[in-house]
């Protein structure tokens, strides 16, 4: 029986295209991006290349992209990073409640060391409150961070309108935007949403894991917070990991051939994924309204059953999706993003997280949809005895 894989916003499958340019840069492009030779000079010029693409996709003409391991490096970098470089000019940050773990657990050691942080709540569509966000802002505030589509729930920020909120204030402060969820899925324009830093990752978007970046608006101060041999304007020392820029450039490529081709796709799975349910499981809850979330990624649940038992029993069928966030997954922790959208532990309890991508078909949601339905019936009647 086939895969039917629906917890792409944990990771998604690698594109075979991007499979075969990994290998093959790992079979030509051994020079050292830092080497003054031919092959040095060949491989350094494969990440201008890299990062001209991901420029034009973001619509940026200057700024820098940093290449680093992923999401979490880049949140890292740019959350301590902006926050050490402008720490003369005050000392207090703002975020929200609902950040994947790689933010939160980043100001909290920022905390550590003397900096102050407001933590916005959400309301019950998972958005930020405008008014909550100016009214938070004060003479030091140096730094916000929001994500752009929260990863459990799909919610979207107002991106925009948080920008010229911001720089309406005051134009110092440092915009960073976590966008791994979003980036090659919605267009997130940083010129026009004001954004200073921004971050994505590769296996999100059907790259390879281990590898993402951050842009940084042109202007923009960082302090490193990794030190060595000066790479990439001393901004992140350490060899590049050429392999994995030229599989991310192939998968933004590929990524931004299949959006001109299919723009409504994700949209599309999404209509016909809520339309089944509707249909065929009467008692399924939505905690957030799924009409105002992103379109790959819908929380669902069953009251009255475990999220995670359902998960499992669907694993049985070779059906594969989320719960919480995959960091947090495994930890047994409550979801603190479901929580802070106002849901009770049961209710926290009785989500399941389903998230489609590009390689998703319109079987794979029939199909889940039917096994979904059985798996249901028969843990409802278990439940029940
Ligand atoms: C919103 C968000 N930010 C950051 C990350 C971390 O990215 P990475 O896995 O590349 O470190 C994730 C991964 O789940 C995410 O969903």
Known sequence: MRN??????ATSPVFPEVIDSISKSLQSDYGNPSS??????????????????????????????????????????AIIGAALARQRQGRHLITTLIEHPSVLRTFEFLEEQAFEVTYLPVDERGLVCLDRLKEAIRKDTILVSIMHVN????????????????K?????????????QSFGRLDLS???????????SGHKIHGPKGIGFLYKKADIRLRPIIFGGGQQDDLRS?????????????????????KKECPNKLYNLKDLLLTQIKKELA??????????????????????????????ALEEENVYVGTGSACSGRRRQQSHVLKAVGLDSRAIEAAIRVSTSYMTSQEDIKDFVTILKNVVKRLERFSRR
């Open 168 to 180: 309406a204030i005051n134009r110092d402060i440092v915009f960073h935007v976590d966008a791994v």
């Open 238 to 258: 350490g060899t590049e990991n050429l392999s994995g820029i030229v599989g991310l450039e192939k998968a933004v490529e590929m990524i931004n051939q299949k």
């Open 4 to 9: 039917i894989y629906l917890d792409n916003a």
């Open 36 to 77: 003054l030779h031919r092959l040095g000079i060949q491989s350094e010029k494969k990440i201008r290349r890299a990062g001209q693409l991901i420029s034009n996709t973001l619509g940026i003409e200057s700024g820098q992209i940093i290449f680093t391991s992923g999401g979490t490096e880049a949140n890292n970098m």
């Open 283 to 312: 008692q399924a809850v939505f905690p957030v309204d799924p009409t105002l979330t992103a379109p790959h990624i819908i929380s669902i649940a069953f009251p009255g059953l475990l999220g995670e038992v359902i998960l499992h």
């Open 190 to 200: 940083p010129r026009d949403c004001q954004i200073d830093l921004l971050t994505a």
């Open 151 to 166: 990863n459990e729930i799909g919610s979207i920020q107002p991106i925009r309108e948080i920008g010229q909120a911001i």
